[in-house]
């Protein structure tokens, strides 16, 4: 994620790893980052190969999933993202966003495919 060009709406989003250890779970891992999504900007339509638990540590979020559903996160709220689920993490607030996320993922697939016009995208290792 990244660049920062003014017309696109996911420019300037950033996801900083903090940590990665093997899961308990053979063929799985446990992953955390810091998502920051400034002002205006979205983390664009995406999925990832197992769980997102998360919490928003500063903003205001719009998560809007494909199949019809939203759910509106402000500053201290969690959130849980089943594997597999289409999701899009809308600023909607007045600060640059910042998500704690934590993942437990199939190990050997990326962590984050985007999807562009309903159809998967270059997954993002």
């Given amino acids: 994620m990244g660049a920062t060009d003014p017309t696109d709406p996911t420019s300037g989003v950033t996801r900083t790893l903090l940590q990665r250890h093997p899961s308990p779970a053979e063929g799985w891992e446990t992953v955390q980052t ?5 002002r205006g900007k979205e983390s664009g339509r995406h999925s990832h190969p197992g769980v997102e638990v998360g919490y928003i540590a500063r903003g205001d979020v719009l ?3 494909d199949d019809g559903h939203a759910l509106r996160l402000r500053t201290g709220d969690p959130f849980f993202i089943p594997s597999g689920a289409i999701h899009n993490a809308r600023n909607v607030g007045r600060e640059t966003t910042m998500m704690l996320s934590t993942y437990v993922v199939d190990e050997t697939k990326p962590l984050v495919t985007t999807y562009e016009g309903g159809r998967p995208a270059k997954p993002r290792p």
């Fill in 34 to 38: 810091l998502v920051e999504i400034p």
């Fill in 63 to 65: 998560m809007e999933f």
